[in-house]
């Protein structure tokens, strides 16, 4: 069963990178989600490197936070992101879900760093 599911999300995952990929001027935001951290990078395609990143295992998260897998968790990861990618200017992003379903972890990143003034 848990073998069918990897297989699926992987499916999913190489369907959505064949069609988005990261720019200078738009970079992709991918995340990963186990069951106890979440994770987001933001990548430049182009140029292969990661520009900025944030998890819910970082000294300044763990310490707001009680549970680095929850949503409210992914709330704080993806304000976090969104601050430092402002700071270094970029304010639009193409968001890569990375074969996950956009619910839960997923869309209260997504909907958290829209609020703190991305946009994708």
Known sequence: MSND???RRQKTKTRIRGRISGTTERPRMTIFKSLK???VQVVDDSKGITLASASSLEKEIRGTI???ANIEAAKVVGARIAARLIEQGIKAVVFDRNGYVYHGRVK???DSAREAGLQF
């Open 108 to 110: 209260a990143l997504a």
């Open 37 to 39: 951290r979440i994770y």
């Open 5 to 7: 599911l990897k297989l």
């Open 66 to 68: 009680q549970n680095g």
